[in-house]
């Protein structure tokens, strides 16, 4: 069965950092591209960053560019978000997801983990 576990959110103040984990069970990331998307209360989902495991190509938004760090675990089957420089509006659940595929393209995938909460306090 393939499963995506995310894990690493937590309480932080403003300023700080934390780093997000995503753990594939039943499948390696080889050929797959992984996303970290978050989704705050009354507000649209919003896909933070990319990564094609294929090339290492990473994709940002605007909103996470020079304070998020997504990259590739040493096991194949890891992937982080190292978040730097967190602001209040950064408070949201955090999902990890993957589809098969060489090329970060859009926020529809085919595998979601459940989501993990980080907030952030100023």
């Known amino acids: 069965e393939v499963q995506l576990q995310a894990s690493g959110g937590g309480l932080v103040q403003a300023g700080g950092s934390l780093r997000l984990s995503c753990a594939a069970s039943?499948?390696?990331?080889?050929?797959?591209?992984i996303g970290w998307l978050r989704q705050a209360p009354g507000k649209e989902r919003e896909g933070i960053s990319c990564i094609s495991s294929s090339d290492g190509i990473t994709h940002y938004a605007d909103s996470a560019k020079g304070r998020f760090t997504i990259s590739s675990g040493n096991a194949k089957n890891t992937q982080y978000l190292q978040m730097n420089s967190l602001k209040p509006e950064d408070t949201a659940v955090y999902y990890c997801?993957?589809?098969?595929?060489?090329?970060?393209?859009?926020?529809?995938?085919?595998?979601w983990g459940q989501g993990t909460q980080v907030t952030v306090s100023s």
């Open positions: 039943g499948f390696t990331f080889d050929d797959y591209v």
């Open positions: 997801a993957a589809s098969y595929g060489l090329v970060c393209s859009g926020d529809e995938y085919d595998y």
